[in-house]
């Protein structure tokens, strides 16, 4: 049976999903708060790592709020920087896997074909910037058993997120306004780290792209999140410049996700219908 640490485990929107994919497939989860464990102590990791056993360590802590990364880009650093490197060499010399998230937002956005995770990161924010430095922080320890996952646009359980800040809007609003002009691919947290394990079950290396199928504008998501929960509010398109944020977006950020399935074998399903299952589901964290 394998045994694996979730670090964000407790309380992040992924990792609280990572630890019930692994309690349906019977993993042994340990997901330590920030109360258990010190994620900057490199001693006291590697002493975790020994005693829990874990063959695999998932890193699910990030510095996630783009805008106030502008304001405050040593913390972004210190969190999407420097804890992948202590991570990484925590694991060194270690027989432990290192799965460790990263972001659509290491592009520029000037493509129109989806990013491949050959293509070249250009990343225009400061939360890009240093998610990308975490990435080649652990590249260039030359782990053997690294897997970076690069995903976009979470939605899912437990924590709020895109899907659910709209529905509670919707749910007292006649109309909202949602921007047409930022293209991504919409990941649905469950579907995420069920596929996150079977690329770890198949011991996938190196870096891959991870979403659900399709594509999407904020403003169809929206509305289709709304249209799913059957709000009577009107989702109107604006332009970007309507609705200025601090950090700059990619315009277009699709994720090719054709080496995940050629590895796993799985083609992931469509947003759509991950978002459907989602809506009906709504209430029960564990799923
Ligand atoms: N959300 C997205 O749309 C998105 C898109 C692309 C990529 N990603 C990437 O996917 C991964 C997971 O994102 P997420 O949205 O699930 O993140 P999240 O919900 O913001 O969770 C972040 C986790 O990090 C923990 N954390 C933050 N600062 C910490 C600190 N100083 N010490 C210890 N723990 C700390 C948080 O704990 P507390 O609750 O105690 O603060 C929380 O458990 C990240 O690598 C992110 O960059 C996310």
């Known amino acids: 049976m394998r045994s694996a640490i979730v670090l964000g485990g407790k309380t992040g929107l992924l ?33 975790y790592l020994d005693r829990t056993k874990a ?7 990030a510095y996630t709020k783009v805008d106030q990364a502008e304001d405050e880009p040593a913390e972004a650093s210190r969190l ?13 010399g270690k027989d432990v896997a290192l799965v460790h998230y990263s972001t659509d937002f290491v592009f520029n956005g000037r493509k129109t074909t989806p990013y491949t995770p050959e293509d070249q990161p250009d990343p225009r924010s400061v939360y890009g910037q240093t998610k990308l430095q975490g ?31 709209i529905l509670e809007l ?18 649905y947290t469950p579907d995420l780290a069920a596929n996150s394990l079977a690329l770890v079950e198949k011991g996938a290396t190196g870096i891959f792209h991870l ?4 594509q999407a504008s904020w403003c169809e998501l929206a509305a289709e999140a709304v249209r799913g929960a059957d709000l009577p509010c009107r989702i109107k398109p604006i332009p ?38 989602f809506l009906f589901s709504r209430e029960d964290c564990t799923s």
Not at 55 to 61: I, M
Not at 211 to 214: D, I, K, R, V
Not at 241 to 246: A, D, G, L, V
């Open 135 to 165: 990435e080649r922080e652990l590249l260039a320890l030359g782990l053997p058993s690294l897997l970076i996952i690069r995903t976009s646009w979470l939605f899912g359980p437990c924590k709020t997120n895109f899907v659910t800040r």
């Open 55 to 61: 063959s695999v360590l998932f890193n699910t802590v």
């Open 15 to 47: 990792g609280q999903a990572l630890c019930a994919a692994m309690d349906r497939r019977g993993w042994t989860v340990h997901a330590p708060g920030r109360e258990d464990l010190d994620l900057f102590d490199r001693p006291a990791i590697e002493e």
């Open 240 to 277: 970007s410049s309507e609705y200025p944020q601090k950090a700059c977006r990619p315009a277009y950020s699709v994720l090719d996700l054709a080496r995940f399935t050629a590895v796993t074998g799985i083609a992931p399903r469509p947003w759509v219908q991950a978002l459907r299952e």
């Open 211 to 214: 979403a659900n199928a399709g």
């Open 80 to 92: 999407n920087r420097q804890l992948p490197l202590v991570l990484g060499k925590a694991v060194q």
């Open 170 to 187: 919707a749910a007292t609003r006649p109309e909202l306004s949602v921007v047409h002009d930022q293209i991504g691919s919409p990941s």
